[in-house]
Protein backbone atom coordinates (compact mmCIF):
# COMPACT_ATOMS: atom_id res chain seq x y z
CA UNK A 1 0.00 0.00 0.00
CA UNK A 2 3.11 2.08 0.80
CA UNK A 3 2.91 3.13 -3.28
CA UNK A 4 -0.26 4.19 -3.61
CA UNK A 5 -0.32 6.29 -0.27
CA UNK A 6 2.89 8.21 -1.44
CA UNK A 7 1.82 9.08 -5.38
CA UNK A 8 -1.98 10.28 -3.67
CA UNK A 9 0.56 12.21 -1.27
CA UNK A 10 2.38 13.44 -4.05
CA UNK A 11 -0.65 14.36 -6.17
CA UNK A 12 -2.16 16.20 -3.23
CA UNK A 13 0.57 18.36 -2.73
CA UNK A 14 0.40 19.41 -6.44
CA UNK A 15 -3.15 20.57 -5.60
CA UNK A 16 -1.90 22.47 -2.25
CA UNK A 17 0.36 24.41 -4.54
CA UNK A 18 -2.34 26.05 -6.20
CA UNK A 19 -5.09 25.93 -3.55
CA UNK A 20 -6.89 29.02 -2.66
CA UNK A 21 -8.50 29.72 0.38
CA UNK A 22 -10.76 32.34 0.06
CA UNK A 23 -12.71 29.88 1.66
CA UNK A 24 -11.19 27.32 3.55
CA UNK A 25 -11.73 26.39 6.60
CA UNK A 26 -10.43 27.94 9.63
CA UNK A 27 -11.89 25.51 12.11
CA UNK A 28 -13.23 22.76 10.37
CA UNK A 29 -11.64 19.78 9.14
CA UNK A 30 -10.50 19.77 5.61
CA UNK A 31 -8.53 17.71 2.87
CA UNK A 32 -4.94 19.92 2.41
CA UNK A 33 -6.21 19.45 -0.76
CA UNK A 34 -8.41 17.45 -3.30
CA UNK A 35 -12.02 16.00 -1.91
CA UNK A 36 -13.28 15.36 1.16
CA UNK A 37 -16.79 13.13 2.08
CA UNK A 38 -18.25 11.22 5.36
CA UNK A 39 -16.25 11.36 8.80
CA UNK A 40 -14.80 7.51 9.24
CA UNK A 41 -12.96 5.47 12.07
CA UNK A 42 -14.00 8.46 14.60
CA UNK A 43 -12.21 7.06 17.99
CA UNK A 44 -9.99 8.06 21.01
CA UNK A 45 -6.97 5.85 20.81
CA UNK A 46 -3.57 6.15 22.49
CA UNK A 47 -4.39 9.30 24.06
CA UNK A 48 -5.24 11.14 20.37
CA UNK A 49 -8.52 11.79 18.98
CA UNK A 50 -8.64 10.26 15.64
CA UNK A 51 -10.76 11.39 12.82
CA UNK A 52 -10.54 9.72 8.95
CA UNK A 53 -12.33 10.96 6.55
CA UNK A 54 -13.51 9.84 2.87
CA UNK A 55 -10.98 11.44 0.60
CA UNK A 56 -10.31 11.61 -3.44
CA UNK A 57 -6.45 12.93 -3.03
CA UNK A 58 -6.26 13.17 -7.32
CA UNK A 59 -9.56 15.62 -7.04
CA UNK A 60 -12.20 17.96 -6.38
CA UNK A 61 -15.01 15.63 -7.14
CA UNK A 62 -15.91 12.42 -5.70
CA UNK A 63 -13.86 9.47 -7.20
CA UNK A 64 -11.49 6.85 -6.12
CA UNK A 65 -11.95 6.75 -2.05
CA UNK A 66 -8.73 6.79 0.07
CA UNK A 67 -8.94 7.50 3.64
CA UNK A 68 -7.40 10.57 5.00
CA UNK A 69 -6.58 11.81 8.26
CA UNK A 70 -6.05 14.04 11.05
CA UNK A 71 -5.58 13.41 15.07
CA UNK A 72 -5.45 15.72 17.68
CA UNK A 73 -4.81 15.84 21.90
CA UNK A 74 -7.80 17.90 22.79
CA UNK A 75 -10.53 18.40 19.74
CA UNK A 76 -9.47 21.71 19.18
CA UNK A 77 -6.10 21.83 17.36
CA UNK A 78 -5.22 19.20 14.55
CA UNK A 79 -2.79 17.86 13.56
CA UNK A 80 -1.76 16.31 9.49
CA UNK A 81 -1.87 13.10 9.18
CA UNK A 82 -0.55 11.34 6.36
CA UNK A 83 -3.22 9.50 3.64
CA UNK A 84 -4.04 6.09 6.22
CA UNK A 85 -5.56 3.68 3.48
CA UNK A 86 -5.31 3.64 -0.14
CA UNK A 87 -7.07 0.71 -2.47
CA UNK A 88 -4.30 -1.94 -2.05
CA UNK A 89 -6.18 -5.19 -2.72
CA UNK A 90 -8.88 -7.03 -4.98
CA UNK A 91 -11.54 -6.52 -2.85
CA UNK A 92 -11.33 -2.86 -2.55
CA UNK A 93 -9.70 -1.96 -5.66
CA UNK A 94 -11.63 0.91 -6.96
CA UNK A 95 -12.15 2.52 -3.63
CA UNK A 96 -11.86 2.34 0.78
CA UNK A 97 -15.26 3.20 1.53
CA UNK A 98 -16.91 4.48 4.98
CA UNK A 99 -16.41 2.66 8.18
CA UNK A 100 -15.68 2.90 11.84
CA UNK A 101 -12.69 2.48 14.33
CA UNK A 102 -12.82 0.49 17.79
CA UNK A 103 -10.02 -0.43 20.18
CA UNK A 104 -9.39 -3.77 20.96
CA UNK A 105 -8.03 -4.90 24.49
CA UNK A 106 -4.55 -5.41 23.16
CA UNK A 107 -4.66 -2.16 22.32
CA UNK A 108 -4.45 -2.10 18.82
CA UNK A 109 -7.13 0.05 16.13
CA UNK A 110 -9.24 -2.10 14.46
CA UNK A 111 -10.66 -0.81 11.46
CA UNK A 112 -13.99 -2.00 9.67
CA UNK A 113 -14.31 -0.64 5.85
CA UNK A 114 -16.58 -1.09 2.51
CA UNK A 115 -14.17 -2.76 0.11
CA UNK A 116 -15.65 -1.81 -3.40
CA UNK A 117 -15.44 -2.54 -6.68
CA UNK A 118 -17.32 -1.68 -10.03
CA UNK A 119 -18.22 -4.83 -12.21
CA UNK A 120 -17.13 -1.89 -15.30
CA UNK A 121 -14.63 0.56 -14.32
CA UNK A 122 -15.99 2.90 -17.49
CA UNK A 123 -19.87 2.17 -17.38
CA UNK A 124 -20.75 2.11 -13.41
CA UNK A 125 -24.67 1.53 -14.32
CA UNK A 126 -23.27 -1.83 -14.42
CA UNK A 127 -22.93 -2.13 -10.80
CA UNK A 128 -20.50 -3.23 -8.29
CA UNK A 129 -19.82 -5.64 -5.36
CA UNK A 130 -19.27 -4.24 -1.79
CA UNK A 131 -17.61 -6.07 0.90
CA UNK A 132 -16.70 -5.91 4.71
CA UNK A 133 -12.91 -5.67 5.36
CA UNK A 134 -10.71 -5.55 8.27
CA UNK A 135 -7.63 -3.15 9.03
CA UNK A 136 -5.66 -3.01 12.14
CA UNK A 137 -3.20 -0.24 12.95
CA UNK A 138 -0.75 -0.16 16.12
CA UNK A 139 -0.65 3.69 16.00
CA UNK A 140 -3.22 4.54 14.12
CA UNK A 141 -0.97 6.30 11.32
CA UNK A 142 0.14 2.17 9.41
CA UNK A 143 -2.41 -0.04 8.67
CA UNK A 144 -2.08 -3.70 8.17
CA UNK A 145 -5.33 -4.84 5.99
CA UNK A 146 -6.25 -8.39 6.64
CA UNK A 147 -8.59 -8.52 3.83
CA UNK A 148 -12.76 -9.24 3.15
CA UNK A 149 -14.58 -10.28 6.99
CA UNK A 150 -17.84 -10.37 5.79
CA UNK A 151 -18.64 -11.07 2.14
CA UNK A 152 -20.98 -9.85 -0.39
CA UNK A 153 -24.54 -11.76 0.08
CA UNK A 154 -25.67 -13.39 -2.90
CA UNK A 155 -28.19 -10.83 -5.05
CA UNK A 156 -27.58 -7.72 -2.67
CA UNK A 157 -26.28 -4.92 -4.63
CA UNK A 158 -25.18 -2.32 -2.33
CA UNK A 159 -23.73 -3.21 1.31
CA UNK A 160 -21.68 -0.72 3.21
CA UNK A 161 -19.93 1.48 5.70
CA UNK A 162 -20.06 -0.73 9.06
CA UNK A 163 -20.60 0.81 12.28
CA UNK A 164 -18.87 -1.37 15.17
CA UNK A 165 -19.35 -1.18 19.12
CA UNK A 166 -19.10 -3.43 21.98
CA UNK A 167 -22.02 -4.22 24.28
CA UNK A 168 -20.75 -6.62 27.60
CA UNK A 169 -18.36 -9.33 25.71
CA UNK A 170 -19.90 -9.27 22.31
CA UNK A 171 -19.00 -6.83 19.50
CA UNK A 172 -21.81 -5.43 17.01
CA UNK A 173 -21.73 -3.81 13.57
CA UNK A 174 -24.40 -2.23 11.87
CA UNK A 175 -24.13 -2.45 8.31
CA UNK A 176 -26.46 -0.98 5.00
CA UNK A 177 -27.53 -2.69 2.86
CA UNK A 178 -30.53 -2.47 0.27
CA UNK A 179 -32.50 -5.58 0.07
CA UNK A 180 -33.74 -7.95 -2.79
CA UNK A 181 -36.96 -5.87 -3.06
CA UNK A 182 -34.71 -2.20 -3.38
CA UNK A 183 -35.25 -1.24 0.16
CA UNK A 184 -33.27 0.17 2.45
CA UNK A 185 -32.42 -1.75 5.50
CA UNK A 186 -30.08 -2.53 8.37
CA UNK A 187 -28.14 -5.35 8.98
CA UNK A 188 -26.84 -6.09 12.38
CA UNK A 189 -23.81 -8.59 13.15
CA UNK A 190 -22.12 -10.16 15.81
CA UNK A 191 -18.86 -11.31 16.49
CA UNK A 192 -17.24 -13.08 19.92
CA UNK A 193 -13.46 -12.32 18.33
CA UNK A 194 -13.91 -8.93 15.98
CA UNK A 195 -12.52 -10.82 13.12
CA UNK A 196 -15.33 -14.24 12.75
CA UNK A 197 -18.81 -12.03 12.21
CA UNK A 198 -21.92 -13.89 12.25
CA UNK A 199 -25.56 -12.46 10.83
CA UNK A 200 -27.85 -12.04 13.31
CA UNK A 201 -30.99 -10.25 12.01
CA UNK A 202 -32.46 -7.30 10.15
CA UNK A 203 -32.24 -4.44 12.56
CA UNK A 204 -34.30 -1.85 10.97
CA UNK A 205 -36.36 -0.87 7.40
CA UNK A 206 -37.48 1.89 6.56
CA UNK A 207 -40.80 2.37 6.26
CA UNK A 208 -40.76 4.50 3.55
CA UNK A 209 -40.01 2.21 0.34
CA UNK A 210 -38.77 5.15 -1.82
CA UNK A 211 -35.53 5.25 0.67
CA UNK A 212 -32.97 2.48 -1.27
CA UNK A 213 -30.63 2.83 0.78
CA UNK A 214 -29.70 3.92 4.25
CA UNK A 215 -26.02 5.04 4.53
CA UNK A 216 -23.86 4.92 7.27
CA UNK A 217 -25.86 3.66 10.10
CA UNK A 218 -25.17 3.84 13.47
CA UNK A 219 -26.78 3.03 16.73
CA UNK A 220 -25.51 4.25 19.90
CA UNK A 221 -27.08 4.49 23.64
CA UNK A 222 -27.89 7.65 24.78
CA UNK A 223 -29.84 7.78 28.63
CA UNK A 224 -32.19 5.30 28.69
CA UNK A 225 -32.88 4.80 25.05
CA UNK A 226 -30.64 3.72 22.03
CA UNK A 227 -30.69 5.73 18.90
CA UNK A 228 -30.52 5.42 15.36
CA UNK A 229 -29.14 7.40 12.76
CA UNK A 230 -28.96 6.91 8.92
CA UNK A 231 -28.52 9.01 5.66
CA UNK A 232 -31.55 7.88 3.52
CA UNK A 233 -30.80 8.35 -0.33
CA UNK A 234 -33.35 9.49 -2.67
CA UNK A 235 -36.16 10.81 -1.15
CA UNK A 236 -38.12 13.43 -2.16
CA UNK A 237 -38.60 16.62 -0.31
CA UNK A 238 -41.35 17.10 1.84
CA UNK A 239 -42.48 20.43 3.06
CA UNK A 240 -39.12 21.94 5.03
CA UNK A 241 -37.97 18.23 5.62
CA UNK A 242 -35.99 15.99 3.23
CA UNK A 243 -35.00 18.97 1.18
CA UNK A 244 -31.41 17.67 0.26
CA UNK A 245 -32.17 14.80 -1.55
CA UNK A 246 -30.46 12.31 0.15
CA UNK A 247 -30.87 13.16 3.95
CA UNK A 248 -29.89 12.17 7.66
CA UNK A 249 -31.70 11.91 10.55
CA UNK A 250 -32.41 9.52 13.45
CA UNK A 251 -34.98 7.31 15.14
CA UNK A 252 -34.98 7.27 18.67
CA UNK A 253 -35.68 3.60 20.06
CA UNK A 254 -34.77 0.77 22.55
CA UNK A 255 -32.59 -1.98 21.77
CA UNK A 256 -30.50 -5.03 24.12
CA UNK A 257 -28.43 -7.78 22.64
CA UNK A 258 -30.67 -10.53 21.01
CA UNK A 259 -33.15 -8.13 20.83
CA UNK A 260 -35.19 -6.62 18.05
CA UNK A 261 -34.43 -2.37 17.26
CA UNK A 262 -38.23 -1.19 18.71
CA UNK A 263 -38.78 2.41 17.32
CA UNK A 264 -40.23 4.75 19.59
CA UNK A 265 -40.58 7.79 16.87
CA UNK A 266 -40.59 8.35 13.29
CA UNK A 267 -37.55 9.51 11.49
CA UNK A 268 -36.66 13.26 12.30
CA UNK A 269 -33.74 15.50 10.47
CA UNK A 270 -30.52 15.81 12.74
CA UNK A 271 -29.57 18.82 11.25
CA UNK A 272 -32.25 20.97 8.94
CA UNK A 273 -29.50 22.64 6.90
CA UNK A 274 -28.23 22.15 3.24
CA UNK A 275 -25.29 20.68 4.02
CA UNK A 276 -25.29 17.94 6.89
CA UNK A 277 -24.62 14.14 5.61
CA UNK A 278 -23.19 10.95 6.98
CA UNK A 279 -22.86 11.65 10.42
CA UNK A 280 -21.04 8.95 12.63
CA UNK A 281 -20.68 9.37 16.60
CA UNK A 282 -18.21 7.58 18.86
CA UNK A 283 -17.68 7.79 22.41
CA UNK A 284 -15.61 10.49 24.31
CA UNK A 285 -12.94 8.71 27.24
CA UNK A 286 -15.74 10.98 29.78
CA UNK A 287 -18.66 9.65 28.32
CA UNK A 288 -19.66 12.30 26.27
CA UNK A 289 -21.52 10.76 22.31
CA UNK A 290 -19.73 12.72 19.87
CA UNK A 291 -20.49 13.21 16.07
CA UNK A 292 -19.21 14.65 13.05
CA UNK A 293 -21.15 15.59 10.25
CA UNK A 294 -19.88 15.75 6.36
CA UNK A 295 -21.07 19.21 4.84
CA UNK A 296 -22.23 17.45 1.97
CA UNK A 297 -22.17 18.45 -1.46
CA UNK A 298 -24.75 16.48 -3.39
CA UNK A 299 -26.89 18.73 -4.80
CA UNK A 300 -25.38 21.70 -6.67
CA UNK A 301 -21.38 21.42 -6.29
CA UNK A 302 -20.02 23.75 -4.06
CA UNK A 303 -17.67 26.99 -5.25
CA UNK A 304 -14.77 26.13 -4.13
CA UNK A 305 -14.92 22.44 -6.91
CA UNK A 306 -14.19 24.53 -10.15
CA UNK A 307 -11.27 26.80 -8.99
CA UNK A 308 -10.38 26.48 -5.01
CA UNK A 309 -8.31 22.72 -5.24
CA UNK A 310 -10.26 21.41 -1.99
CA UNK A 311 -13.71 20.39 -1.72
CA UNK A 312 -15.44 19.72 1.47
CA UNK A 313 -15.86 19.44 4.83
CA UNK A 314 -16.42 18.45 8.39
CA UNK A 315 -19.15 20.16 10.71
CA UNK A 316 -17.33 21.03 13.98
CA UNK A 317 -17.50 18.45 16.86
CA UNK A 318 -20.92 18.51 18.29
CA UNK A 319 -22.35 16.72 21.96
CA UNK A 320 -25.68 14.87 21.63
CA UNK A 321 -27.94 14.47 23.81
CA UNK A 322 -31.60 13.61 24.03
CA UNK A 323 -34.61 15.39 25.59
CA UNK A 324 -37.50 14.21 27.88
CA UNK A 325 -39.59 14.28 24.09
CA UNK A 326 -36.75 11.84 23.03
CA UNK A 327 -35.41 15.12 20.33
CA UNK A 328 -32.25 14.22 19.28
CA UNK A 329 -30.12 17.48 20.11
CA UNK A 330 -26.77 18.17 19.35
CA UNK A 331 -24.11 21.25 20.33
CA UNK A 332 -20.66 22.27 19.66
CA UNK A 333 -18.16 20.62 22.49
CA UNK A 334 -17.30 22.81 25.85
CA UNK A 335 -13.88 22.44 24.36
CA UNK A 336 -14.35 24.60 21.28
CA UNK A 337 -14.33 27.83 23.37
CA UNK A 338 -10.67 27.15 23.17
CA UNK A 339 -10.58 28.58 19.48
CA UNK A 340 -11.60 31.93 20.38
CA UNK A 341 -9.10 34.84 20.60
CA UNK A 342 -10.83 38.02 21.04
CA UNK A 343 -14.26 38.53 22.75
CA UNK A 344 -16.40 41.66 22.17
CA UNK A 345 -19.71 41.59 24.90
CA UNK A 346 -22.44 43.65 23.76
CA UNK A 347 -24.15 43.16 26.64
CA UNK A 348 -28.03 43.89 27.30
CA UNK A 349 -30.23 46.43 24.55
CA UNK A 350 -33.03 47.37 22.56
CA UNK A 351 -32.45 47.45 18.76
CA UNK A 352 -34.55 49.84 17.44
CA UNK A 353 -37.24 49.62 14.67
CA UNK A 354 -36.04 48.63 11.40
CA UNK A 355 -32.23 49.49 12.67
CA UNK A 356 -28.77 47.48 11.79
CA UNK A 357 -25.99 47.20 13.66
CA UNK A 358 -22.70 45.74 12.63
CA UNK A 359 -21.19 43.44 15.55
CA UNK A 360 -17.90 42.85 13.18
CA UNK A 361 -16.80 44.97 10.12
CA UNK A 362 -15.16 42.17 9.25
CA UNK A 363 -14.62 38.40 9.96
CA UNK A 364 -13.47 35.34 8.54
CA UNK A 365 -14.01 33.09 11.47
CA UNK A 366 -16.92 34.19 14.50
CA UNK A 367 -19.06 32.67 16.89
CA UNK A 368 -22.23 34.46 17.78
CA UNK A 369 -24.24 33.93 21.31
CA UNK A 370 -27.76 35.93 20.87
CA UNK A 371 -30.38 35.78 23.68
CA UNK A 372 -32.97 37.32 23.20
CA UNK A 373 -36.56 37.74 24.87
CA UNK A 374 -39.05 37.14 22.42
CA UNK A 375 -42.33 38.06 24.56
CA UNK A 376 -40.16 41.50 24.46
CA UNK A 377 -39.95 41.55 21.23
CA UNK A 378 -41.82 43.08 18.19
CA UNK A 379 -39.54 42.58 15.01
CA UNK A 380 -40.87 40.07 12.37
CA UNK A 381 -37.22 38.81 11.89
CA UNK A 382 -34.48 38.94 14.53
CA UNK A 383 -32.43 39.33 11.36
CA UNK A 384 -28.10 38.09 11.79
CA UNK A 385 -26.60 38.59 8.23
CA UNK A 386 -23.11 37.15 8.01
CA UNK A 387 -20.44 37.03 5.43
CA UNK A 388 -22.05 40.64 4.18
CA UNK A 389 -19.39 42.10 1.51
CA UNK A 390 -19.23 45.70 0.07
CA UNK A 391 -21.84 44.34 -2.77
CA UNK A 392 -24.77 43.44 -0.42
CA UNK A 393 -23.86 39.54 -0.82
CA UNK A 394 -24.79 37.70 2.46
CA UNK A 395 -26.56 34.59 4.22
CA UNK A 396 -29.09 36.16 6.35
CA UNK A 397 -29.87 33.75 9.56
CA UNK A 398 -32.76 34.53 11.53
CA UNK A 399 -35.47 33.88 13.69
CA UNK A 400 -38.91 34.39 11.96
CA UNK A 401 -41.41 35.14 14.41
CA UNK A 402 -44.63 34.89 12.30
CA UNK A 403 -43.31 31.49 11.30
CA UNK A 404 -41.53 30.38 14.69
CA UNK A 405 -38.92 29.21 12.70
CA UNK A 406 -34.72 29.62 12.27
CA UNK A 407 -33.81 30.18 8.62
CA UNK A 408 -30.64 30.20 7.20
CA UNK A 409 -31.30 31.89 3.79
CA UNK A 410 -28.91 31.97 0.43
CA UNK A 411 -30.86 34.40 -1.66
CA UNK A 412 -28.07 36.90 -1.68
CA UNK A 413 -25.46 34.32 -1.42
CA UNK A 414 -22.56 36.26 -3.38
CA UNK A 415 -21.42 32.48 -5.14
CA UNK A 416 -23.15 29.08 -4.98
CA UNK A 417 -25.99 27.44 -4.36
CA UNK A 418 -28.57 29.70 -3.25
CA UNK A 419 -32.30 28.44 -1.20
CA UNK A 420 -33.42 28.70 2.07
CA UNK A 421 -33.66 25.88 4.88
CA UNK A 422 -35.31 26.36 8.00
CA UNK A 423 -36.22 24.48 11.22
CA UNK A 424 -38.97 24.78 14.13
CA UNK A 425 -37.75 26.49 16.81
CA UNK A 426 -38.09 24.71 20.00
CA UNK A 427 -37.42 27.87 22.45
CA UNK A 428 -40.89 29.04 23.40
CA UNK A 429 -40.03 32.57 24.49
CA UNK A 430 -36.41 32.53 24.75
CA UNK A 431 -34.60 32.86 21.57
CA UNK A 432 -30.88 31.52 22.26
CA UNK A 433 -28.85 31.48 18.90
CA UNK A 434 -25.10 30.52 18.49
CA UNK A 435 -23.94 30.81 15.24
CA UNK A 436 -20.51 29.32 14.06
CA UNK A 437 -19.28 31.41 10.97
CA UNK A 438 -15.70 30.08 8.99
CA UNK A 439 -14.69 31.29 5.98
CA UNK A 440 -17.34 29.03 3.87
CA UNK A 441 -19.65 28.19 6.03
CA UNK A 442 -22.22 28.77 8.68
CA UNK A 443 -23.58 26.24 11.53
CA UNK A 444 -27.04 27.65 13.48
CA UNK A 445 -28.09 26.16 16.84
CA UNK A 446 -30.48 27.33 18.13
CA UNK A 447 -32.42 26.63 21.81
CA UNK A 448 -29.17 24.87 22.79
CA UNK A 449 -28.79 22.63 20.45
CA UNK A 450 -32.50 21.48 19.89
CA UNK A 451 -32.00 22.55 16.38
CA UNK A 452 -29.36 22.51 14.31
CA UNK A 453 -28.47 23.92 10.29
CA UNK A 454 -25.59 23.76 8.62
CA UNK A 455 -24.87 25.45 5.36
CA UNK A 456 -21.93 26.51 2.91
CA UNK A 457 -22.24 30.11 2.36
CA UNK A 458 -19.41 31.27 -0.27
CA UNK A 459 -18.89 35.60 0.46
CA UNK A 460 -17.52 37.95 -2.53
CA UNK A 461 -14.46 39.80 -1.95
CA UNK A 462 -13.87 42.41 0.36
CA UNK A 463 -14.49 42.77 3.96
CA UNK A 464 -16.82 40.25 5.75
CA UNK A 465 -19.07 42.51 8.78
CA UNK A 466 -21.64 40.68 10.94
CA UNK A 467 -24.75 42.43 11.24
CA UNK A 468 -27.74 42.22 13.57
CA UNK A 469 -31.03 43.78 12.21
CA UNK A 470 -34.72 44.13 13.10
CA UNK A 471 -37.90 44.67 11.11
CA UNK A 472 -40.86 46.44 11.24
CA UNK A 473 -40.46 46.52 15.36
CA UNK A 474 -38.01 46.08 18.00
CA UNK A 475 -35.56 43.34 19.54
CA UNK A 476 -35.11 43.16 23.36
CA UNK A 477 -31.33 41.94 23.45
CA UNK A 478 -30.55 39.99 27.07
CA UNK A 479 -27.38 39.00 26.25
CA UNK A 480 -25.34 39.47 22.97
CA UNK A 481 -21.31 38.19 22.69
CA UNK A 482 -19.15 37.66 19.68
CA UNK A 483 -16.20 36.30 19.63
CA UNK A 484 -13.30 35.74 16.87
CA UNK A 485 -12.18 32.15 16.65
CA UNK A 486 -8.76 31.07 15.34
CA UNK A 487 -7.52 27.84 13.35
CA UNK A 488 -7.64 24.40 14.41
CA UNK A 489 -4.76 23.57 12.41
CA UNK A 490 -1.36 23.20 14.81
CA UNK A 491 0.56 23.77 11.30
CA UNK A 492 -1.77 26.23 9.20
CA UNK A 493 0.42 26.26 6.02
CA UNK A 494 0.22 22.52 5.11
C1 LIG B 1 -22.07 8.27 1.93
C2 LIG B 1 -21.33 7.24 1.06
C3 LIG B 1 -21.19 5.91 1.77
C4 LIG B 1 -19.99 5.31 1.09
C5 LIG B 1 -19.12 6.52 0.84
C6 LIG B 1 -18.32 6.45 -0.43
O1 LIG B 1 -21.79 9.58 1.54
O2 LIG B 1 -22.02 7.08 -0.18
O3 LIG B 1 -22.34 5.09 1.71
O4 LIG B 1 -19.34 4.35 1.86
O5 LIG B 1 -20.00 7.63 0.79
O6 LIG B 1 -17.48 7.56 -0.55
Redesign the pocket.
Known amino acids: MKEQLDHAERCVDAMLAARDDRWYPAFHIAARAGWL??PNGLCYFKGRYHVYF?HNPFDTT?GP?YWGHASSEDMVTWRREPIALAPSIEADQH?V??GSAVVSDDGLLYVYY?GHRWHDEDEWSRGATQVQCLATSADGVNFDVHGVIIDCPEGITEF??PKVWRTGDTWFMVV?ARSLAGVGQIWLYTSADMVRWAFDRVLFEDPDPRAGML??PDLFPLGDRWVLIY?AMSLPADGYRTRNGHNSGYVVGTWAPGEDFVPLTGFSPMDWGHQF??PQTFEAPDGRRVVYG?MSALSVPPATQQADGWCGQLTVPRELFLDADHRLGSRPIAELAGLRTETIDFGAFELGVNEDKVLLADAEAAEIELVVDLAATTSDRVGLSVHKDPDGHATFVCYDDLADRVSIDRRLAAHGDRGYRSAPHPGGDKLTLRVLVDRGSVEVFAADGLAALSSYSFPGEGPRAVELSSESGTIKVDSLTVHRLGTIWADPDR
Open positions: NDQWMGFSTRDAECSYAW
